[in-house]
């Protein structure tokens, strides 16, 4: 009696030479069926996971992709983690999007969605959110910043510059709206504070000198410039600049002069080049 279904193992129904099998009840071409397809009749069914041509467990290269098919497809060994993105470098305050890959044991690449990566920062004005998006901080001149990226055992680092872009509004531009196109060390409404140091505390109205409270000035410092100094004077004649060791930055935020243990009469002045 003839068997109403007949399945076949796929190491009996095409051999690595892409022989055609045939019996007196079905016949097999060697490029059927598909890759990983099912062939079926009356007789018999197929499920096959051959690839295309009749080898098993092909690859299949191009440009853009690299197909491993079959079982031996699914097999693969991690070898390290290769973070990258384009270009190296973001502006203060901007973002930037971070892409990782596992580098395969046979030199083949798989992309990883970024939140399946944990993200840290080791260095530099940046954070980096659950889905590798960088957002960099404020600068004053442009800085390096090292990120760190995991996944399974392995991990990478990737490196960045974040760019000085004066807070995002050049003295130029600020002084059209807020000084009347000035030069820095003019005082456009007469307040008593140079116009570059309005810039440094971008102060948009009338501006105040800070003073001495508790042995220390502290200036707002939220435009970054191409340089400042704080000078020390005891009679408003003969300044100079202030001893670096007593003065503290931080930016955006202050700069902090603590006036020196002991010290008879000081006074304290910030300048500023935009």
């Known amino acids: 009696m003839k068997p109403d279904r007949l399945s076949l193992p796929l190491a009996l129904a095409l051999a690595a030479t892409a022989v055609a099998g045939e019996s007196a009840d079905y016949s097999i071409s060697p490029e059927s069926p ?104 404020s600068v004053t001149q442009d800085t390096g910043a090292t990120v760190q990226g995991g996944y399974l055992a392995l991990t990478d680092t990737l490196t960045l510059t974040v760019l000085n872009n004066h807070g995002g509004q050049s003295y130029t531009a600020w002084a059209v709206t807020y000084a009347g196109g000035q030069a820095a060390n003019l005082d456009f409404n007469n307040d008593g504070v140079q116009n570059g140091v309005a810039y440094f505390m971008n102060a948009t109205g009338l501006a105040t000198n800070p003073g001495f409270e508790g042995g220390e000035v502290t200036w707002p410092y939220l435009n970054a410039v191409a340089s400042f100094e704080v000078q020390v004077s005891a009679n408003l004649a003969n300044w100079v600049p202030a001893n670096p060791l007593d003065i503290a930055t931080i930016f955006p935020g202050q700069v902090i002069y603590t006036m020196p243990s002991g010290a008879a009469q000081i006074f304290c002045r910030l300048v500023v080049t935009p």
């Open 34 to 137: 598909a890759a990983g397809g099912r062939a079926a009749s009356a007789k018999y069914t197929l499920d096959s996971s051959t690839a295309s041509g009749g080898t098993s467990g092909g690859v299949a290269i191009s440009a853009a992709f690299t197909l491993r098919e079959g079982f031996a497809g699914a097999i693969h060994d991690p070898v390290s983690l290769d973070l990258t993105t384009a270009p190296l470098t973001v502006d203060e305050g901007g973002t930037r999007q971070l892409a990782a890959s596992l580098l395969l044991d046979d030199a083949s690449q798989l992309p990883l969605a970024p939140s399946a990566v944990s993200w840290s920062v080791l260095n530099g004005p940046l954070t980096v959110d659950f889905d590798g998006l960088a957002t960099a901080g």
